[in-house]
């Protein structure tokens, strides 16, 4: 009896867990991030949330109560901004570096809250928590209105899908509660904002410091009638349309324990599938049919937009990561050239014609910006016309895959219009961006299979194409060099054609300049025309001072394997001028040239060519001739290989 009593007591608090646990997973759940310009108050907000709610346990709050004496900033009270402020830069300097999330939950709802920094060094990271938010709130110093950052924060929030808005007027304490002061704010960001298609725009006095307005209704604010800043997040209606969209399964593994087993596992992205349904893989349109849903604990009957599962399929269709299984009935696009709206985040300019690796939700190719539309000027939206993007500029651009990719526009679904781009030399994500629509050319553009192909066009020369690639500052000896090594080749009865710097400008290019953009696209269409050359079978001579490494990497991956030689004619900056052939490093010297080579504009050496022509203490005819000596040995070696008797 004793032991029925005891073991009777120790279930009920299990049983009220599991009570209290299930009333938990019934509430609805809210993403909402925190915006807006440098000491805003953005992270004190989140403390004084989190301090309201009741989410700090003792040992964290005198914590708190100790490191506010040491890193404070608000005389004897509490720092609830260093609740979120984790980091020792953060803390010394008082500002938000990095994205800090933090859950908390109401009797009515539950909230996952991203405080994001302010400083326009850090915008990246504004992005990332936007990313996945259905609210912002935006704060604005009541001191100093709507700012530039507060415009940005709230152009890439519109862009990034976010319809609803909580203007936080903050710091209302330090004007004195003024209704003035606070009309004018509200009404100054309404005029910003009417075009950025927020659904809802709630405006709030508040002081995140001393709490009026966050959780409840402040005495000092008679002249304010709305809800308190919690009663707003516990009642607003977001769209829980994720699970009515079109089912969209990115495909992130391919599982084959076994060869009874091939599943496809990922997290569905958009819509709901059972078993029995049919589905289409996106990018080859083939169709099959959901044999099992395989879920931790076993199988599904249907699942849900959110849910981590395995795809079993009916037959052995070939899906491949990267790939999307999706509803006959509602199918992505398919194309390699679209439209997008890009965020950019890095310190380097976004140069149209550069290379950079696009990455999607489970995707991954090489893309270029094929061309920058125009520039959005945060302060009043002109579209700006613009050849660059610098850090935290916001641009439309038409932007071209090496492969296709299969996407929805941002607009209809956020996980699978969205992507990254990422430098292909630092490996840095430089940018953000949200596409648009795909362009019809690459609709109606197909590539023509030819009967005649490289190996017949290049066995009829008796030769192997190649691609020599020179590279250098100017006046480094490159054309003559070149020039010398086309007449030995010639003269040995090869096939050959020079592609030089100036002489392309007279004709293909003569409609680009010198600033880093249109350098950019002078090698972009010289390295294609460089790609068909070798194609017809010749050996082809670039002779191009082509000073960005991304490029030449570029241009070499357009080639076969082995076929891009490049070359670098290595002569220092001082001979160089010395020698200034055309008078141009004087011009360049004394201001009359802009945007020239070593001199205002970079030169990046490359790091581990094919050849290294020292060029100092050397003639142009030996370096020719160790060149030619160089492709004999190579097309012997390849002979011997393609015998069978290896290298």
């Avoid at 679904?413 to 953000?432: P, S």
């Amino acid at each position: 009896m004793i032991m029925r009593h005891i073991m009777a007591k120790s279930l009920a608090p299990t049983d009220g867990i599991r009570d209290y646990m299930a009333a938990q997973e019934k509430k609805s759940l809210l993403r909402f991030l925190t915006c807006g310009s440098v000491d805003d108050g953005k992270s004190t907000l989140i403390g004084r949330l989190l301090s309201d709610t009741k989410q700090i346990f003792e040992d964290q709050l005198a914590a708190l109560e100790k490191d506010s004496r040491k890193h404070g900033t608000t005389g004897d009270d509490i720092d609830f901004a260093l609740l979120v402020d984790g980091l020792e830069a953060e803390r010394e300097q008082g500002i938000t570096i990095d994205v800090a999330y933090r859950f908390f939950a109401t009797p009515k709802r539950k909230f996952i809250v991203a405080d994001t920094p302010g400083h326009e060094q850090y915008t990246r990271n504004m992005a990332t928590g936007a990313s996945t938010a259905d609210l912002a709130i935006v704060l604005i110093d009541a001191r100093q209105g709507v700012l530039r950052q507060t415009r940005r924060h709230s152009i890439i929030a519109s862009l990034l899908g976010i319809r609803h808005i909580v203007l936080a007027v903050n710091k209302i304490d330090l004007v004195g509660f003024d209704k003035a002061v606070f009309d004018q704010i509200v009404a100054d960001y309404a005029e910003f904002a009417q075009n950025l298609g927020f659904v809802s725009v709630a405006p709030i006095p508040m002081s995140a410091r001393f709490g009026d307005n966050v959780t409840s209704r402040s005495e000092r604010t008679p002249w304010y009638s709305g809800p308190s800043l919690i009663e707003h997040l516990e009642t607003v209606s977001v769209d829980e349309a994720a699970a009515e969209l079109p089912f969209r399964f990115p495909v992130q593994y391919v599982n084959r324990p076994n060869l009874d087993f091939r599943g496809f596992a990922g997290t569905i992205a958009s819509g709901t599938v059972a078993q029995g349904d049919e589905v289409v893989v996106a990018k080859s349109g083939k169709a099959s049919r959901v044999k099992r849903i395989v879920a931790h604990g076993g199988d599904l009957k249907e699942a849900v937009a959110g849910q981590a599962i395995t795809l079993v399929l009916d037959d052995e269709v070939e899906v491949s990561r990267g790939n999307l299984l999706v509803s006959p009935a509602a199918r992505p696009q398919v194309a390699d050239q679209f439209a997008a709206n890009i965020v950019w985040f890095d310190e380097q300019a976004l140069l149209p014609g550069r290379s950079y690796i696009l990455r999607t939700e489970t995707d991954q190719v090489s893309a270029t910006v094929t061309e920058l539309k125009y520039r959005v000027n945060v302060n009043d939206f002109a579209h700006e016309a613009a050849k660059s993007l610098d850090m935290n500029e916001v641009g439309v651009c038409n932007l071209s895959t090496r492969a296709p990719i299969a996407f929805d526009p941002f607009a209809e679904n956020r996980t699978t219009g969205a992507f990254i781009l990422i430098d292909r030399i630092t490996n840095a994500t430089v940018g953000a961006g949200m596409i648009l629509h795909s362009l019809r050319r690459a609709e109606n553009i197909h590539w023509q299979s030819l009967d005649v192909g490289k190996r017949g066009r290049s066995d009829l020369k008796n030769q192997r194409p190649a691609v020599f690639w020179f590279t250098g500052l100017s006046g480094s000896g490159k054309s003559t060099i070149a020039n010398l090594f086309e007449k030995k080749l010639f003269a040995s009865g090869r096939h050959t054609y020079i592609l030089d710097g100036d002489n392309v400008r007279h004709g293909l290019n003569r409609d680009l300049g010198f600033t880093d953009a249109d350098r950019v696209e002078n090698i972009r269409r010289v390295a294609e025309v460089a790609k068909l050359m070798a194609d017809a079978g010749l050996i082809v001579i670039v002779s191009f001072i082509s000073p960005f490494a991304a490029e030449r990497r570029v241009a070499r991956e357009l080639m076969a394997e082995g076929e891009f030689v490049e070359v670098f004619v290595d002569t220092p900056f001082e001979e160089c001028a010395r020698r200034d052939p055309k008078g141009l490093y004087a011009r360049a010297l004394s201001g009359e040239i802009k945007n020239f080579t070593g001199v205002d504009s970079p030169y990046e050496a490359p790091e581990h060519p094919e050849i290294h022509l020292e060029t100092l203490g050397r003639s142009p005819e030996e370096m020719a001739e160790a060149l030619e000596h160089w492709l004999t040995e190579r097309d012997i070696a390849e002979e011997q290989y393609d015998n069978g008797g290896g290298i």
